[in-house]
T-cell receptor
Framework: EAGVAQSPRYKIIEKRQSVAFWCNPISGHATLYWYQQILGQGPKLLIQFQNNGVVDDSQLPKDRFSAERLKGVDSTLKIQPAKLEDSAVYLC????????????FGPGTRLLVL | GNSVTQMEGPVTLSEEAFLTINCTYTATGYPSLFWYVQYPGEGLQLLLKATKADDKGSNKGFEATYRKETTSFHLEKGSVQVSDSAVYFCALRRGSSNTGKLIFGQGTTLQVKP
C-alpha cells in the first residue's frame, strides 16, 4: 500500500514570496491533516479536512495561509506572503476517518524562508 | 488546556542499555495516548498507543502504560539498539473530541552508541 506522498521535499524562498505544498493521502482515507513542525518542537495541527470540508482550522494563520482539498483527495497548502517564522517542516497525514486512532504521516516538506 | 510534556534530550545510551523517556500530559476527559517515532530522513510513524487507563501499548520491544493517576505515559525498552536512534514524540488525542487532532510533546532525541 502506497503511503502519504508530499512534494516538494525541500523549498527555499525569500520572505514575502509565496509557496505551495502538495499532499496525496493514502487511497480511501477521508481525513487529511496538515501539521507544522518548527525545529525543536512537536508538530502542531494547522488544518483538518473531512473529505473536502474543513473540520478544524483554528490554528491556521488565515491572513497568510490557505488550504484546499477540492475533490476530497489531494490537498494543497499555500503560504502568501511567507515570513521568516514560517521556516518549518510541513507534514501531511491521513486517516480513514476522524475517529480512526492511527494517522499516517508523509515525509514532510522542509521550508526555509530567507 | 491540553498539553504534553516530555523529558529534555538528547538521551545518549550505549547499546543494550535500558531506556526510559518520560511523558506527562494535561487533558480534559479521557484522552488516547501515543508514541510516534521519527527516524532520520523519514516521516513520523506510530510506535504504540493506549486508549484507556491501565492499558499497555507495545511494539518492537517498546512499552508504555497509560497511568491516569499520575497522568503519565513513559516509554521504556529493556535493551536498545543502534537502530533505535531517532526522535520520539509523545502525543494525545482528546477522547471527547470530534476531530482527530493530535497534540504532541516537543520530542526527545535518542542516540544509541555501539
Amino acid at each position: 500500500e502506497a503511503g502519504v506522498a508530499q512534494s516538494p521535499r525541500y523549498k527555499i524562498i525569500e520572505k514575502r514570496q509565496s509557496v505551495a505544498f502538495w499532499c496525496n493521502p493514502i487511497s480511501g482515507h477521508a481525513t487529511l491533516y496538515w501539521y507544522q513542525q518548527i525545529l525543536g518542537q512537536g508538530p502542531k495541527l494547522l488544518i483538518q479536512f473531512q473529505n473536502n470540508g474543513v473540520v478544524d482550522d483554528s490554528q491556521l494563520p488565515k491572513d497568510r495561509f490557505s488550504a484546499e482539498r477540492l475533490k476530497g483527495v489531494d490537498s494543497t497548502l499555500k503560504i502568501q506572503p511567507a515570513k521568516l517564522e514560517d521556516s518549518a517542516v510541513y507534514l501531511c497525514a491521513s486517516s480513514l476517518g476522524p475517529w480512526e486512532e492511527t494517522q499516517y504521516f508523509g515525509p514532510g516538506t522542509r521550508l526555509l524562508v530567507l | 488546556g491540553n498539553s504534553v510534556t516530555q523529558m529534555e534530550g538528547p538521551v545518549t545510551l550505549s547499546e543494550e542499555a535500558f531506556l526510559t523517556i518520560n511523558c506527562t500530559y494535561t487533558a480534559t476527559g479521557y484522552p488516547s495516548l501515543f508514541w510516534y517515532v521519527q527516524y532520520p530522513g523519514e516521516g513520523l510513524q506510530l510506535l504504540l498507543k493506549a486508549t484507556k487507563a491501565d492499558d499497555k501499548g507495545s511494539n518492537k520491544g517498546f512499552e508504555a502504560t497509560y497511568r491516569k493517576e499520575t497522568t503519565s505515559f513513559h516509554l521504556e525498552k529493556g535493551s536498545v539498539q543502534v537502530s533505535d536512534s531517532a526522535v520520539y514524540f509523545c502525543a494525545l488525542r482528546r477522547g471527547s473530541s470530534n476531530t482527530g487532532k493530535l497534540i504532541f510533546g516537543q520530542g526527545t532525541t535518542l542516540q544509541v552508541k555501539p
